[in-house]
């Protein structure tokens, strides 16, 4: 049974940080690449970052990009979505997603809330 668990959301003021966790279990993580989404009310889902099933590359929307880090540690089959100096604007519900065309794989997690506000 695949499971994508999420953690790391919360409450924080503008400029700080939040690391968000991504924990998989039930399909062959080294083989998908993982991303992170988020959705903020009354707006389209977004694509936030992601990386490649080799870890070799990532990529970043261009509101993001030098602010957050994506990384995966396909030991503990868990990814992260490191964020720094947090934007109002950056408040949304955030998801995780494997995917894996090879694989035939698309899942998601449950999705996260991120607020920031002082």
């Known amino acids: 049974q695949v499971q994508l668990v999420e953690s790391g959301g919360g409450l924080v003021q503008p400029g700080g940080s939040l690391r968000l966790s991504c924990a998989a279990s039930?399909?062959?993580?080294?083989?998908?690449?993982l991303a992170w989404e988020r959705q903020a009310p009354g707006k389209e889902r977004e694509l936030v970052a992601g990386i490649t099933a080799a870890g070799d590359s990532t990529a970043y929307a261009p509101s993001v990009k030098g602010r957050f880090t994506i990384a995966r540690d396909n030991a503990k089959t868990t990814w992260y979505l490191q964020m720094n100096a947090l934007k109002p604007e950056d408040t949304a519900v955030y998801y995780c997603n494997a995917v894996s065309a090879e694989e035939e794989g698309d899942y998601w997690g449950q999705g996260i809330q991120v607020t920031v506000s002082s």
């Open positions: 039930g399909f062959s993580f080294s083989r998908y690449a």
